[in-house]
């Protein structure tokens, strides 16, 4: 069946950097781009970009475009989405969801935290 | 940069209709999508393209889009309805094109 498995929960310190990998299985991992969206606690949901599996061209939110970086791995049909300088507003969980114009398949979630 | 605007919570009793709404300028010419989130997992799209059903989301759900409001219309609401839902469109003409709207909580009485 079609998956997507995040990588595990992380706890960084202001100013740090973190790397959450996504990795894709059950379908043709370059017939479809992956998005990363992300949810403070008690908030809503929030767009952070996209990649396109095909060609690794990207489209990042305005809000964290001079922080983030996504990269796509083909031979390992895994995506990852780098996040740098990270503040206490950046405590959240992070998804990986298959598509761009729509979202129908979506990881579990990797927890974030950012704590001195 | 495009701004959806969704009701923060609607209650409706089992068994009951609940419409929940999305308000957005001219929305009604944009693809609407509706994700349901239950407390601790991840979103699951319920409809997509206004009012496409993914396989295995009950026909129960279903979508409409014209003017300036898309609505989620959930019939014969059952308490394991009861979850956050968002709203989201592609404005592909913004340098910020994935829009979500502020989500609604369903609470079934």
């Known amino acids: 069946q079609v998956q997507l498995v995040q990588s595990g929960a992380e706890v960084k310190k202001p100013g740090a950097s973190v790397k959450v990998s996504c990795k894709a299985s059950g379908y043709t991992f370059t017939s479809f781009g992956l998005s990363w969206v992300r949810q403070a606690p008690g908030q809503g949901l929030e767009w952070m970009g996209y990649i396109s599996t095909n060609d690794g061209s990207t489209k990042y939110a305005q809000n964290v475009r001079d922080r983030v970086t996504m990269t796509t791995d083909t031979f390992a049909t895994t995506v990852y989405m780098e996040l740098k300088s990270l503040r206490f507003d950046d405590t959240a969980v992070y998804y990986c969801?298959?598509?761009?114009?729509?979202?129908?398949?979506w990881g579990r979630g990797t927890r974030v935290t950012v704590s001195s | 940069s495009y701004v959806l605007t969704q009701p923060p919570s609607v209650s409706v009793a089992p068994g009951q209709t609940a419409a929940i709404t999305c308000g957005g300028n001219n929305i009604g010419s944009q693809s609407v999508h509706w994700y349901q989130q239950k407390p601790g997992q991840a979103p699951v799209m319920v409809v997509y393209d206004d009012y496409d059903r993914p396989s295995g989301i009950p026909e129960r759900f279903s979508g409409s889009n014209s003017g300036n409001t898309a609505t989620l219309t959930i019939n014969r609401v059952e308490v394991g309805d009861e979850a956050d839902y968002y709203c989201q469109i592609w404005d592909s003409s913004s340098d910020h094109p994935g829009v979500f709207g502020g989500g609604t909580k369903l609470t079934v009485l």
């Open positions: 969801a298959r598509g761009y114009w729509y979202f129908d398949v």
